[in-house]
């Protein structure tokens, strides 16, 4: 992050957004359908996710530092709109053959499970 230390007269500094950031999320804009609607979310001291739903519904995302900065890079980027996990965008949401096994980790490539531990099993 970068922030704009003179003074302006601006009661608030600049904030920059990270050009590897925007550069990934133009590309993604790109492949997707030419737009994308991003839902910007806090995830602790990792900082915050930009999650991209691609036009095809395709998903995406990126971690930056702070709110400030997802908007700057959302801002930057022109055919990228902000919106929160409303239906319209949960509706056209399709992940990417083999996501779910990403996602999974080891757990997906596994043929055994143990047995569960709840009595259920």
Excluded: C
């Excluded at 530092?65 to 319209?88: F, H, K, L, Q, Y």
Aim: charged letters at 20%.
């Amino acid at each position: 992050m970068t922030v704009d230390t003179q003074d302006s007269g601006a009661a608030a500094p600049t904030v920059v957004a990270p050009p590897r950031t925007v550069a990934a999320v133009r590309k993604f804009v790109a492949e997707h359908g030419g737009s994308a609607t991003a839902v910007v979310q806090p995830v602790g001291y990792a900082g915050v996710r930009i999650t991209l739903v691609g036009a095809d519904g395709v998903l995406g995302d990126e971690v930056v530092a702070d709110i400030a900065t997802a908007d700057a890079v959302v801002e930057a980027v022109e055919g990228v709109s902000t919106s929160g996990w409303e239906r319209s965008v949960t509706s056209i949401v399709t992940p990417r053959e083999g996501h779910w096994k990403k996602m999974a980790g080891w757990v997906a490539n596994q043929t055994r499970f143990p047995k569960a531990r709840n009595g259920l099993g």
